[in-house]
């Protein structure tokens, strides 16, 4: 597959390598041509700027800060068309990079970046992934020993591109699970933003839900139902 890395940052080293090393053809898009250079020769792919990256797979990753969405999808040519019809991979999170404090906009029950980006790239088939485990996860490929792969929830609404999805998540090590629709991407956004607080306070975010008792089969027939 071919797959556009936007963004030269943590997650987009990570899943690009994870992608190269399973065989896929990437390139890596960054507003930096330096930066873009330097991982796309760490990753094992291709540099070049946004918008080329953009334009490059049937797969663009989306890999940002939620405050520089605009600005990167304006670079990208998201306005002129060019993520039309393209499976775009979001895995940003409404959350301040450096501090790691939710964005007003969430705290204000805004739309999801998810959203924001399906109204910025019009004709793009957004699908959210990867927003819940950090980078390090994805550096790996495939998890350590007698560690169960990480369960990486998507939402999206086209089924062609969860399919596509879904098959990247497992070559960069992870398991996917059905999250439901776009609609229920603000969901995953903000259980992450609650996940970052518990880091931050120096606690393990699934220790929160502690284990499930009894074997672990849902008693409801999809994630919209329960
Ligand atoms: N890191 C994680 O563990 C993790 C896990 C799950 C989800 N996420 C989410 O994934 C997204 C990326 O996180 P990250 O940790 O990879 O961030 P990062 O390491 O800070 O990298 C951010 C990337 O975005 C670029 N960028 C920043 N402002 C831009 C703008 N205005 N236009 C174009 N490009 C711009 C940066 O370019 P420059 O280098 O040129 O500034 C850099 O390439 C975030 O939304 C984050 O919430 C992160």
Same mark, same amino acid.
């Given at each position: 597959?071919?797959?556009? /890395?936007?963004?030269?940052?943590?997650?987009?080293?990570?899943?690009?390598?994870?992608?190269?090393?399973?065989?896929?053809?990437?390139? /890596?898009?960054?507003?930096?041509?330096?930066? &873009?250079?330097?991982? &796309?020769?760490?990753?094992?792919?291709?540099?070049?700027?946004?918008?080329?990256?953009?334009?490059?797979?049937?797969?663009?990753?989306?890999?940002?800060?939620?405050?520089?969405?605009?600005?990167?999808?304006?670079?990208?040519?998201?306005?002129?068309?060019?993520?039309?019809?393209? #499976? %775009? %991979?979001?895995?940003?999170?409404?959350?301040?990079?450096?501090?790691?404090?939710?964005?007003?906009?969430?705290?204000?029950?805004?739309?999801?970046?998810?959203?924001?980006?399906?109204?910025?790239?019009?004709?793009?088939? %957004?699908?959210?992934?990867?927003?819940?485990?950090?980078?390090?996860?994805?550096?790996?490929?495939?998890?350590?020993?007698?560690?169960?792969?990480?369960? /990486?929830?998507?939402?999206?609404?086209?089924?062609?591109?969860?399919?596509? %999805?879904? #098959?990247?998540?497992?070559?960069?090590?992870?398991?996917?699970?059905?999250?439901?629709?776009?609609?229920?991407?603000?969901?995953?956004?903000?259980?992450?933003?609650?996940?970052?607080?518990?880091?931050?306070?120096?606690?393990?975010?699934?220790?929160?839900?502690?284990?499930?008792?009894?074997?672990?089969?849902?008693?409801?027939?999809?994630?919209?139902?329960?």
């Amino acid at each position: 597959m071919r797959i556009g /890395v936007l963004g030269t940052g943590a997650m987009a080293g990570a899943l690009a390598g994870s992608w190269a090393r399973a065989g896929h053809e990437v390139l /890596v898009g960054g507003r930096s041509a330096a930066k &873009a250079a330097e991982l &796309a020769e760490r990753a094992g792919g291709r540099a070049g700027s946004l918008r080329e990256a953009a334009g490059f797979g049937t797969v663009a990753l989306l890999a940002v800060p939620y405050a520089a969405l605009g600005d990167a999808l304006r670079q990208a040519g998201a306005g002129e068309g060019v993520l039309r019809g393209r #499976t %775009v %991979v979001d895995c940003t999170n409404a959350l301040d990079t450096a501090t790691m404090e939710p964005d007003p906009d969430l705290l204000a029950g805004g739309p999801s970046a998810a959203r924001r980006i399906a109204g910025l790239a019009e004709g793009a088939h %957004v699908v959210k992934g990867f927003n819940l485990a950090p980078a390090e996860v994805w550096r790996r490929s495939a998890p350590g020993p007698g560690e169960a792969r990480v369960t /990486v929830p998507l939402c999206g609404d086209d089924e062609d591109a969860l399919t596509v %999805v879904r #098959t990247l998540v497992r070559d960069a090590g992870g398991e996917p699970a059905d999250g439901g629709g776009l609609e229920r991407a603000g969901l995953l956004e903000a259980a992450a933003a609650f996940a970052a607080g518990v880091w931050s306070q120096g606690r393990q975010p699934g220790a929160v839900f502690g284990p499930v008792p009894g074997p672990v089969s849902s008693p409801v027939a999809s994630p919209a139902a329960g």
